[in-house]
């Protein structure tokens, strides 16, 4: 069975930082790339970064570039989301997923994912940043 788990959001004022962590299991974590996204109520689950685990490549949307940090601890079967200079629309629903090493390179654009790779997500983690 596929999980995720993700934790560390929490409430910061405009500017702070937070790390997002995402434990993976119930599949080969270094044969995917693994995603991170966020969804606010009445709006699509849009894609945030990704990281290829098989060979490192990183994408991340133009909205986070130069503030969103995706890390990835194979031994660990963790990704890591370093989130700095936080913003009030950064204020969202952070959910992890597996993705087709192919389908990383969309989240260098709008990417919005109904159904990931493996048909389910975890509970999330919220992060609330305040102005």
């Known amino acids: 069975e596929v999980q995720y788990v993700e934790s560390g959001g929490g409430s910061v004022q405009a500017g702070g930082s937070l790390r997002l962590s995402c434990e993976a299991s119930?599949?080969?974590?270094?044969?995917?790339?693994i995603g991170w996204f966020r969804q606010v109520p009445g709006k699509e689950r849009e894609g945030v970064s990704c990281?290829?685990?098989?060979?490192?490549?990183?994408h991340v949307t133009y909205s986070v570039k130069g503030r969103f940090t995706i890390s990835s601890d194979s031994a660990k079967n963790t990704v890591y989301l370093q989130m700095n200079d936080l913003k009030p629309e950064d204020t969202a629903v952070y959910y992890c997923?597996?993705?087709?090493?192919?389908?990383?390179?969309?989240?260098?654009?709008?990417?919005?994912?109904?159904?990931?790779?493996?048909?389910?997500w975890g509970q999330g983690t919220q992060v609330t940043v305040s102005s």
């Open positions: 997923a597996a993705e087709s090493p192919s389908a990383c390179a969309y989240f260098s654009g709008d990417y919005y994912l109904v159904s990931p790779e493996f048909g389910s």
């Open positions: 119930g599949f080969t974590f270094d044969d995917y790339a």
């Open positions: 990281i290829n685990n098989n060979d490192g490549d990183i």
